[in-house]
């Protein structure tokens, strides 16, 4: 791919590039295929896609007891500046 732009906004599969990210990235994607047992739908987005709101109403606030909440750390930071 020459540039960014020529990227299409939405795709199934990723453009093979000969650098070491590239390999990676495959070689990440083909694993979890392989070792899932019903594979995994690659659905690859541009972040300036008109079908973004697709991949960010599946985004959770991952929180565990031993850790804050996005939010919650958010608070934390505007309670510590007003100190």
């Given at each position: 791919?020459?540039?960014?732009?020529?990227?299409?906004?939405?795709?199934?599969?990723?453009?093979?590039?000969?650098?070491?990210?590239?390999?990676k990235?495959?070689?990440?994607?083909?694993?979890?295929?392989?070792?899932?047992?019903?594979?995994?739908?690659?659905?690859?987005?541009?972040?300036?896609?008109?079908?973004?709101?697709?991949?960010?109403?599946?985004?959770?606030?991952?929180?565990?007891?031993?850790?804050?909440?996005?939010?919650?750390?958010?608070?934390?930071?505007?309670?510590?500046?007003?100190?």
């Amino acid at each position: 791919m020459p540039t960014f732009s020529s990227l299409p906004f939405d795709a199934y599969s990723l453009p093979e590039i000969d650098n070491p990210l590239s390999i990676k990235i495959h070689n990440f994607l083909t694993y979890l295929i392989q070792n899932r047992p019903n594979g995994v739908p690659v659905h690859v987005m541009r972040e300036d896609s008109p079908n973004r709101h697709l991949f960010t109403r599946h985004m959770v606030d991952d929180r565990s007891e031993s850790s804050m909440s996005y939010v919650e750390f958010l608070r934390y930071i505007q309670e510590q500046i007003r100190k």
